[in-house]
């Protein structure tokens, strides 16, 4: 490969867990990247099965999480990425207690929330790469 297409290659995997490391608990990041469900598939044909999933118990306690996210090779599924994590990171505090109804009752809000953080994401790596080129 040239000395061109090297410099402008993005490691967009690494740039979103830079971001997530920079903004949140090592610890939990760390947790949640055990659950982590990643897939090398093309995002518009697969828009719906990325998700993060909860786990209760009978009693309405959150036993566990899991995400399934794209991997992270564009700005589209880098988004996602985060739109999803966001999610579990929203739930994380909640691992072991009781939820009830939760999720399902403020899903707008959350919802809400996870689209705010891609959209702070995206700025994120918009500055990240304009930092990047000007340094070249």
């Known amino acids: 490969m040239g000395r061109n297409n090297e410099s402008t290659s993005i490691d967009?995997?690494?740039l979103v867990y830079e971001y997530l490391y920079t903004y949140y608990e090592e610890e939990m990041i760390n947790y949640l990247r055990k659950v982590i469900h990643i897939y090398d598939i093309d995002?518009?044909?697969n828009?719906?099965?990325f998700c993060c999933l909860d786990k209760t118990n009978k009693n309405g306690i959150l036993e566990k999480l899991a995400i399934v996210?794209?991997?992270p090779r564009d700005m589209k599924s880098s988004q996602i990425?985060?739109?999803?994590?966001k999610h579990a990171i929203d739930l994380y505090p909640y691992i072991g207690k009781y939820i009830g109804n939760r999720v399902s009752v403020e899903l707008k809000t959350y919802e809400k929330i996870a689209r705010l953080e891609e959209q702070v994401f995206k700025d994120y790596l918009v500055k990240y790469l304009s930092n990047k080129s000007i340094k070249q």
């Open 81 to 85: 990425f985060i739109h999803e994590f």
């Open 69 to 71: 996210v794209p991997k």
């Open 47 to 49: 828009i719906g099965m």
């Open 43 to 45: 995002v518009e044909e």
């Open 12 to 14: 967009y995997e690494s």
